[in-house]
């Protein structure tokens, strides 16, 4: 992962800092940023597990989590109907 230190504002869009750029960002600008300070390179998060090792414990515990049945037949949730 290329996060960067500073915000930049490029092609328009703001990136914020600790955003991921790699992919997003010409290879040039993210080289001149790099060698500027602005850009550090982190290793990529691994999928959230929990000390238990149950992933759906993870950083979206408690999330509401929809069935077939919570589903229109556009695969739009069902206004009013929660599982839990």
Request: charge should be negative; proline fraction near 10%; hydrophobic fraction near 25%.
């Amino acid at each position: 992962m290329l996060i960067l230190t500073e915000p930049l504002n490029h092609g328009g869009r703001l990136y914020a800092i600790g955003e991921d750029v790699r992919g997003k960002l010409p290879l040039d600008l993210i080289q001149q940023l790099q060698d500027g300070g602005y850009i550090e390179e982190q290793a990529p998060e691994s999928d959230p597990v929990t000390a238990d090792g149950d992933p759906d414990s993870g950083p979206n515990e408690g999330e509401q989590k929809l069935t077939p049945e919570d589903l229109a037949e556009d695969g739009k949730p069902v206004r009013g109907r929660r599982n839990g």
